[in-house]
């Protein structure tokens, strides 16, 4: 609540009584946002409301329809207020925290209550997140619905998990994708495979029928691979965890952008070294509880790499649920030590 006051009174300080077009922190990503929801607002108005449901492929040119309809719907109802849109992105934004805190207490016993509070304040403070928040983007809608979902699944709130699924799915069905890999994944690390058919198939059968693209995206993807694509899959998996390369760094990003950038490159190469040291040291035995997400990220980058390359705002969805837990384990390694010293 503390930071959605925060910034939303920093929203009202940039926008006003502004409106959206007027602020436009990634203008090419975003016009295309822009126009497709000029067209469904003025359909809307022209045609009602189940013609532009029956032409949703017009606006989105895919199935990813969601934000676009989300975006359009408080552009006509706060009369294409910024300060009104960007106050929704904080909500959805702080909710997306809310959950992506609850899911790393569920899934990672080390971190305990004080530092999860601790989590959330880092993930608010999280630069890119910063910069994709007061835009039209989807990216923060996608890591909110994403957190949702781990969390739920974690829960084991079946019924709510398919409910959220499906409405991810709207926004980036390689997202989905790779979550019911996870849960594949997650049920067989688990010895507990005859669960996996309540739900697993379930979830399929369901996305599918709303959603047939999916099963057109795995094989599209499928037929793509050759040998020359595997240097630009290692590429591509380089990129994500160190996104963006500091010789690849976009010059018209904003200057604390591209200085966090040059900073976490070597910070996240600094605690991947770490982490490979603990996980050989434990002869890998603590390296099964981060094995799902570790399937997630490979799927989700071998999607990517194979359409059109990892940039930072994909990476971004992803890197919180990968980073933030090594940080806290290796805080909770020295604590570990402390205690033993002193002991």
């Avoid at 940039?14 to 946002?33: A, I, K, S």
């Avoid at 009602?48 to 449901?53: P, S």
């Avoid at 849109?85 to 899911?103: A, D």
Wanted: one cysteine or more; glycine letters at 4%.
């Amino acid at each position: 609540m503390g930071f959605f006051i925060i910034y939303s009174t920093w929203s009202f300080y940039l926008y006003g009584t502004g409106l959206v077009g007027d602020f436009l922190v990634t203008p090419y990503d975003e016009l295309r946002f822009l126009e497709a929801t000029n067209r469904i607002i003025m359909d809307f108005k022209a045609y009602g409301l189940i013609y532009v449901f029956e032409n949703y492929y017009n606006y989105s040119q895919s199935v990813h329809f969601g934000h676009y309809f989300v975006l359009a719907f408080i552009r006509f109802l706060s009369n294409d207020s910024m300060f009104f849109w960007s106050m929704y992105h904080n909500f959805i934004f702080c909710i997306g925290v809310y959950f992506f805190s609850k899911y790393l207490s569920l899934e990672y016993k080390f971190i305990s209550i004080k530092s999860i509070k601790f989590a959330s304040v880092l993930v608010f403070l999280y630069p890119v997140f910063y910069y994709l928040n007061f835009s039209l983007m989807r990216d923060i809608s996608i890591f909110s619905l994403l957190s949702i979902v781990l969390y739920l699944y974690k829960k084991n709130n079946y019924y709510l998990l398919l409910l959220f699924l499906l409405i991810l799915s709207v926004y980036r069905v390689n997202v989905v994708l790779c979550m019911l890999l996870y849960i594949l994944i997650d049920q067989l690390k688990g010895k507990n495979i005859l669960s996996i058919f309540k739900y697993i198939f379930a979830s399929f059968a369901i996305i599918v029928f709303f959603d047939y693209i999916a099963f057109g995206i795995i094989f599209r993807n499928l037929g793509r691979i050759n040998f020359s694509n595997f240097s630009n899959f290692i590429n591509e998996t380089l990129v994500l965890f160190f996104s963006p390369l500091p010789f690849s760094i976009d010059p018209m990003l904003p200057a604390y952008l591209i200085f966090w950038f040059k900073v976490s490159f070597f910070v996240c190469i600094f605690a991947m070294c770490i982490n490979i040291f603990v996980l050989i040291r434990s002869k890998f035995t603590l390296f099964v509880p981060v094995v799902p997400m570790i399937f997630f990220i490979l799927l989700y980058v071998f999607i990517y790499s194979t359409e059109v390359g990892v940039g930072f705002r994909q990476a971004s969805i992803v890197l919180p649920f990968i980073y933030i837990p090594i940080l806290f384990y290796i805080f909770h390694l020295i604590k570990y030590k402390t205690l033993s010293i002193r002991d």
